[in-house]
């Protein structure tokens, strides 16, 4: 069969085992996503490790989206959405129904598809998530706070004279820095970036992507890209997702260059996606 006549997910045949990493961060095991009686991720188990940019590509509606979702229980908003499996964030079960997700979301933060500012000011919106978790007892600590998420979201310099002005005025890329900022000033320890730059042109993509460079000094990150190039260019170990399953996950420079499926190499080739 030509890989790109596969349209069927039984046509996918097991490949490698679970990728393990020694120190992983978070840990995957047989997570079926099902919508309703549609299944929309089928026995995907993977880790993630920590500091780790782990990047996931694949053809539109392979479930790369919907498995970065469950990561956080993001597919809890939706009623008709059932996760089975194992999910754990430091041996901790994340779908333990005594879990309160939000501080789960505050521990995995996400950043969006679309910049999506609060109408608020740029302080505001970065000091919501530490107001609302009771991360900061003074003024002064709010100051703290919102002036080191600024900072390490590469965006300090070019707001700080105007923080109490709308963060719907900014650009494109600055309202998707902001963002960032306001996800990591709640200090996660994951961040999740669906297609972050997918709305972005390419001199704010570059910067976005000069972040998640230095961001993986201090945390653990997960982006679905469509972007391949963007995938090689920002992220240790990708993972190809086919049909809704885990076809491979490798060094990203192995994936690129010496992928161990057909159906990899046939993405990476443009063959089909």
Known sequence: MENNTI???????????IPLVDNAKMSMRDVDVFYGEKQAIFGV???????????MIGPSGCGKSTFLRCLNRMNDTIEICKVTGQLHLEGQNIYDSKLDVVPLRARVGMVFQK?????????????YGPRIHGLAARRADMDEIVE?????????????????????????GQ???????R????????????EPCSALDPIA?????????ELSENFTIAIVTHSMQQAARVSHRTA???????VEVNETEKVFTNPDHSLTEAYITGRFG
């Not at 993509?205 to 460079?213: C, G, N, Q, R």
């Open 7 to 17: 349209t069927d997910i039984n046509d996918i045949k097991e490949t490698v085992g």
């Open 45 to 55: 188990s993977l880790d993630i490790g920590v500091n780790e940019v782990i990047a």
């Open 115 to 127: 910049p999506n500012p609060f109408p608020k000011s740029i302080y505001d919106n970065v000091a």
């Open 148 to 172: 080191t998420s600024l900072r390490k979201a590469g965006l300090w310099e070019e707001v700080k004279d105007r923080l109490h002005q709308p963060g719907t005025g900014l650009s494109g």
């Open 175 to 181: 309202q998707q820095r902001l963002c960032i900022a």
């Open 183 to 194: 996800t990591i000033a709640v200090s996660p320890e994951v961040i999740l970036m669906d």
């Open 205 to 213: 993509t570059a910067k976005i992507e000069e972040l998640i460079d």
């Open 240 to 246: 190809y997702f086919h049909l809704g399953k885990l």
